[in-house]
Structure formats: structure tokens, C-alpha cells
């Protein structure tokens, strides 16, 4: 043992000293961050508030070269109101302005390999239709090229327009849908993780991910069920524009891909751009969409007043507070149990995009859905993309429910399960040794299996949840537990489907779902609203955490996201749908 003399006295002071220095530098580079980042928001705010104004006539451009967002990414907060990215309620409602605002002679949209999904076209398709029929404006749509797992969504936004011009360099490669499902229950056996996932509901077909290496007859029926709706939702706005059959149009896109002059020849395109044309050079003054709509955007004098509250992602626990992405539930209880009690919001428009999550997370958001009727203010559901499972749960007591032809809804169904690595860790040279208390005090352990007993017990908890969440749907639709189970089983179905089976009230979009707040607040049906923003805005922290999680170096190392998800699946309950990729 070494004997070490302790440091001089003034050495230590030194020492204690350049600690404090040392502190006092980096308290003293936090506020300056601070101080950049408010001085940057005013600057902003600024030259928004002296921007020149919108000219005596214009032309609207609407950039689709990515799909417009329901929410708007953390940074934008910094932008107060400038919307260089406008939301997909934005988009929307700025394009049904225009269609009264004589300053506007057209729209010009340009369309890229980043949109869209078929909701959102379908949304953005029907806006642009509605500004048709109502002015008989002209709307121009542009793109390099139509292929891609988005190029029939955008080509679906395409159909709405007046003229379609297409690139010579580009190619017209919609050539139908596609449902893409993996599994992966050979690849663990090899690897040595052991699957075990229990469900209810002959569709509740998720865990197949995790424990076949094929889909069983249910999933492949309630798959190609799904891919017929979507693709005839699909095709059914395209078959209009061209002025043929459903099955016209399925037989030419078996065709496909054309280049750009056969698709002209086809009727496709009505104009194919010469090599040296600019795809997003439009002619005569133009604004684009995003500024029109901070630029029109006020709130309407006296206009009742609606909270537009949104729900993006898989529903967490009630204890995953401050999580980096999903539906934390405490925040998105919090925020309508705001608007239920705040008087001078007449109204809540509630937007889900989820695929669903914990029933913990989905009863704990359910149950404030439940009280805005109890406390007789109404709560309008608008179901984006995806609103199954544990996102129907919350929905299924809204006073009236929207979903897009498109939405993947309904999964009413349970599964549990976990992932054990005891075998895979063993492969690599590590054993883990625990110790526990307890029969069951392992459960949630991610290297020991579960047995039989413990398997049982898990059984009879997905099958209590299953009641429960029949018995909750019934009570919100007005309808018996049979026939909620008759429609549930875990089966997804679109927003088309659902409407069929009772499960939705109504089909569209923004639109509708305003329309339909219109309605229950008894106003006519152009009367102003004035939509406010329901959610949080994000803190400080937050805002610091994202823009510095986005410069992280180490980025790269995070897991990818199928793998993060198979992590997500260790918890012993779930409300989910299966993980279908539409191409």
C-alpha cells in the first residue's frame, strides 16, 4: 500500500478554486445558450411581424415534396407562427380559405418522393377538389417523378388537379399497393431468444412477428381484406379523373411503369416537362402555403373557440413521463382534462395517429374522453393513419367518430408477452445468475422463461382486459358486448370497413371532423371557429434535449427501430396492432 502525503494547503485551494471556475464557466455557457436561442425567437418574431404583405393577387404553392406532419417538429416551436413546414391541419384549412379569398388565383403543387401517405393524400385530395368546385381556379401539380413506396399517394393528390405535369427525366412508376409483415420467429430460435406471446383474438396477430416465420390463415385473410379496401380507396379518386372503371385503371397500372411521354399517351399526365425545365419554377407571383396560412391564420372575432389536441405514436405507461416520442398519457390526459374545464372552449377536436399501446396508458386517456361527455362538451375523434387498438379504446367514447377511408382502426384485441435472452447470451459467453424471493418475483426478467403456471396467469389477465376493453366499446357506441366482439377479435380494419361495421361515425378528414363541431355546437356550416392549439408546448428542456439529441455524434448507434420495438414488447400487456407497411 502506497502512502500518499497529502496535497499543501494552497494547492487544495488552487484546486477548490478552479472547480468553482470550472462551475461557474459552465453555468455561465448554459445562459449564454439560452440567451442565443430567446434572441434568435425575437429575432424571428420580428422579421415575421415586418414581412412584407401577401400581394393583390398570387398564385399558392404547395410544397409536397414531404408528407405535412400533425404536429409540427420541436425546433418549429422556435419559429413562432412563421410555419415554414405547415401541419396537416394548416395545409388543409389554408387551402379551404383560399377557396373564398379572392386574392388567390390557382394553386401550384409541387410533389415529391417524400409524400404521401394515402390518408394524408387522400385528405389533400379532397381540399383541393372542394377549391375546384367552389372557384373553378385552376391547380397545377408538378412532379420529377411518381414511383416509390409514396409515388401512389402522391399520384392520388395529383388526380385532384387541373393539369398533371411530369419531368421527361422522371418515370411514372405507380404500379399498385403493397402490404409488407415480417416475421421473425426462425431468426430468434437461431439466435436463441425465446419467444412467448399470448393473445385474444383469433386477428390479434402481432405476436406472429415475434413467434412464426409465416402469417396463420387469419392474418393472411384480414391482410388481403385490408390491401382490397385500401387499394379501391385508392383507385376510386384516380378512376374518377380519367373518367374509367375501377378495373380500367387496375388493368392500365398493371402496366406500369411507363416513362413520362407514355404516360402522357396513357391520359396519365397531361404535359411532360422538357429536360431543362425547373419542376418548382412557377410562373407569376406566388406565396407559399405556409405563409398564407400564418398570414390568414387569425382567430376569428367571436368565434367559438375549439382545442385541437393530438395524439401521435405508440401510448406509453402511465409512469413513462417526459419519453422522447409516443403519447405520454399523463400529458395527453392532462391536456383534455384542461379543455374539458376550461369554459371558454366549446369544443375539443381530438387527432390519433397510434397504433395503439399499454392498457394502463389507453384506460388512463379513455377515461377523460368518457368525462368530456359526462360534462356535456363535445369531443370530435379525427383518426389519421392508424387509430387501432389501444388508440380505439380512447376513441370509442368520442361523440362522434372520423376516419379517413385509408385509417387502419378497430384491432380490438389483447396480446402480452416478453422476449427472453437467456440463450443468446449464452451463446456469446455471458450466463446471468439471480436471485429472487418469491414464486414469481422473476416475471418481468428478460433472461429467464416463463412457465407454464406464470403462462396460465398471464391468460387470465389478457382475458379479463379483453372484457373490459369489449365492455368499454360497447358502452361508448352504444352497442352490446356480442356485437363488439362479433367485429373485434383483433381484427384491423380501414377507416371504409369500420364505417361499414358501426365502429366509425363518419369518413374524412380535418374537414369533416371541423364540419362535424360545427354541428354539435349547432353552427351553420361555414360559420368561423377558431381553432386553438390543446397540446403543451414543448419546454425549454425539451427544445434543448431534441436539438441535441439531433447533433448527437453517436446518433448512429442507436438502435434501429424494428429492434427498439422488439425491445418495447417486454411488457406484460398490450393493446397494438399488427405491423403492417403499406407500399
Same mark, same amino acid.
Given at each position: 500500500?502506497n ?10 485551494l488552487?484546486a477548490?478554486?478552479?472547480g468553482?471556475i470550472?462551475l461557474?464557466?459552465?453555468?455561465l455557457?448554459?445562459?449564454?445558450l439560452?440567451?442565443?436561442i ?5 429575432f424571428?418574431?420580428l ?11 398570387f ?29 396537416l391541419?394548416?395545409?388543409?384549412m ?10 388567390v388565383?390557382?394553386?401550384d ?7 404521401c401517405?394515402l390518408t394524408g ?21 408538378r412532379? *420529377?417523378?411518381?414511383?416509390g413506396?409514396?409515388? &401512389?399517394g !402522391?399520384?392520388?393528390? #395529383?388526380?385532384? @388537379?387541373? $393539369?398533371?405535369?411530369l =419531368?421527361?427525366?422522371?418515370d411514372?412508376g ?10 421473425a420467429?426462425?431468426a430468434?430460435?437461431?439466435?436463441g431468444?425465446d419467444?412467448?406471446f399470448e393473445h385474444?383474438g ?6 406472429q ?9 387469419a392474418?393472411v385473410? *384480414? ?6 379496401? &385500401?387499394? !379501391?380507396?385508392?383507385? #376510386?379518386?384516380? @378512376?374518377? $379523373?380519367?373518367?374509367? =372503371?375501377?378495373?380500367?385503371v ?9 416513362t413520362?411521354?407514355?404516360a ?8 411532360v416537362?422538357p429536360?431543362t425545365a425547373?419542376?418548382?419554377?412557377f410562373?407569376?407571383?406566388?406565396v407559399?402555403?405556409?405563409r398564407?396560412?400564418?398570414d390568414?391564420?387569425?382567430h ?5 373557440k375549439?382545442? &385541437? ?7 406509453g ?5 417526459? =419519453?422522447?416520442?409516443?403519447i405520454?398519457?399523463r400529458r ?13 372552449v ?5 387527432r390519433?395517429?397510434t ?16 368525462a368530456a361527455a ?7 375523434v379525427?383518426?389519421?393513419g ?13 361523440a362522434?367518430l372520423?376516419?379517413d377511408p385509408?385509417?387502419?382502426?378497430g384491432s380490438?384485441?389483447?396480446?402480452g408477452?416478453k422476449?427472453?435472452?437467456?440463450g ?5 459467453g ?26 396460465a396467469?398471464l ?7 379483453y ?13 352490446t358486448?356480442?356485437?363488439v ?8 380494419w ?6 361499414q361495421?358501426g ?13 362535424a ?8 356550416v361555414?360559420a ?18 431534441t ?10 448507434a ?5 429492434l427498439?420495438?422488439i425491445m418495447?414488447?417486454a ?12 407500399h
Amino acid at each position: 500500500m502506497n502512502n500518499v502525503p497529502p496535497r499543501p494547503l494552497p494547492m487544495r485551494l488552487l484546486a477548490f478554486l478552479w472547480g468553482l471556475i470550472r462551475l461557474a464557466v459552465f453555468f455561465l455557457g448554459v445562459i449564454l445558450l439560452i440567451a442565443v436561442i430567446l434572441g434568435y425567437v425575437a429575432f424571428r418574431r420580428l422579421e415575421f411581424a415586418h414581412s412584407k404583405p401577401l400581394p393583390a393577387r398570387f398564385t399558392l404553392v404547395l410544397n409536397l415534396t414531404r408528407q405535412p406532419a400533425d404536429i409540427p417538429p420541436p425546433e418549429q416551436w422556435l419559429k413562432f407562427g412563421e410555419a415554414v413546414h405547415p401541419t396537416l391541419a394548416e395545409t388543409i384549412m389554408a387551402i379551404d380559405h383560399a377557396a373564398h379569398d379572392r386574392r388567390v388565383r390557382g394553386i401550384d403543387i409541387r410533389l415529391g418522393g417524400g409524400c404521401c401517405n394515402l390518408t394524408g393524400a387522400e385528405e389533400i385530395h379532397n381540399a383541393i377538389a372542394r377549391f375546384r368546385a367552389a372557384t373553378g381556379r385552376p391547380v397545377t401539380a408538378r412532379a *420529377m417523378s411518381f414511383d416509390g413506396s409514396s409515388g &401512389l399517394g !402522391a399520384y392520388v393528390i #395529383a388526380s385532384a @388537379a387541373s $393539369r398533371i405535369e411530369l =419531368s421527361q427525366a422522371g418515370d411514372f412508376g405507380v404500379t399498385g399497393l403493397a402490404l409488407a409483415t415480417p416475421f421473425a420467429g426462425a431468426a430468434l430460435q437461431t439466435i436463441g431468444v425465446d419467444a412467448q406471446f399470448e393473445h385474444i383474438g383469433a386477428y390479434k396477430t402481432y405476436p406472429q412477428l415475434f413467434t412464426r416465420s409465416s402469417p396463420s390463415k387469419a392474418n393472411v385473410k *384480414m391482410l388481403n381484406s385490408l390491401a382490397d379496401s &385500401l387499394y !379501391a380507396s385508392a383507385l #376510386a379518386p384516380i @378512376a374518377a $379523373r380519367l373518367r374509367q =372503371s375501377p378495373d380500367q385503371v387496375k388493368a392500365l397500372l398493371d402496366q406500369a411503369p411507363f416513362t413520362a411521354q407514355a404516360a402522357q399517351a396513357k391520359g396519365l399526365v397531361d404535359a411532360v416537362l422538357p429536360l431543362t425545365a425547373r419542376v418548382d419554377d412557377f410562373p407569376g407571383p406566388q406565396v407559399p402555403l405556409g405563409r398564407y396560412a400564418a398570414d390568414t391564420g387569425g382567430h376569428p372575432a367571436k368565434a367559438p373557440k375549439v382545442a &385541437l389536441i393530438i395524439g401521435q405514436g405508440d401510448i406509453g405507461s402511465p409512469s413513462d413521463e417526459g =419519453s422522447a416520442s409516443g403519447i405520454e398519457p399523463r400529458r395527453l390526459a392532462r391536456e383534455l382534462r384542461a379543455a374539458i374545464d376550461d369554459r371558454s372552449v366549446k369544443a375539443i377536436l381530438l387527432r390519433l395517429d397510434t397504433p395503439g399501446g399499454t392498457v394502463t396508458g389507453s384506460a388512463m386517456i379513455g377515461a377523460e374522453v368518457a368525462a368530456a361527455a359526462a360534462a356535456h362538451k363535445p369531443l370530435i375523434v379525427s383518426m389519421g393513419g392508424m387509430d387501432a387498438s389501444g388508440g380505439y379504446w380512447i376513441s370509442s367514447h368520442g361523440a362522434k367518430l372520423i376516419a379517413d377511408p385509408a385509417t387502419l382502426t378497430g384491432s380490438i384485441g389483447v396480446l402480452g408477452g416478453k422476449l427472453s435472452f437467456d440463450g443468446l447470451l449464452r451463446k456469446i459467453g455471458i450466463s446471468v445468475t439471480t436471485i429472487t424471493r418469491g414464486a414469481n418475483a422473476g416475471l418481468d426478467s428478460p433472461v429467464k422463461p416463463w412457465n407454464q403456471a406464470q403462462l396460465a396467469n398471464l391468460m387470465t389477465m389478457l382475458n379479463a382486459d379483453y372484457q373490459d376493453f369489449v365492455n368499454w366499446v360497447a358502452s361508448g357506441r352504444h352497442m352490446t358486448p356480442a356485437q363488439v366482439n362479433a367485429i373485434g377479435q383483433g381484427r384491423v380494419w380501414t377507416g371504409a370497413q369500420a364505417k361499414q361495421n358501426g365502429l366509425v361515425d363518419q369518413l374524412g378528414g380535418y374537414h369533416a371532423a371541423l364540419d362535424a363541431v360545427r354541428a354539435a355546437l349547432r353552427l351553420p356550416v361555414h360559420a368561423p371557429l377558431d381553432v386553438v392549439n390543446g397540446n403543451e408546448k414543448p419546454t425549454l428542456h425539451e427544445l434543448l434535449t431534441t436539438l441535441m439529441a439531433r447533433s448527437n455524434p453517436l446518433g448512429m448507434a442507436a438502435l434501429p427501430p424494428g429492434l427498439r420495438d422488439i425491445m418495447a414488447l417486454a411488457r406484460p400487456h398490450m393493446l397494438e396492432m399488427p405491423p403492417i407497411m403499406i407500399h
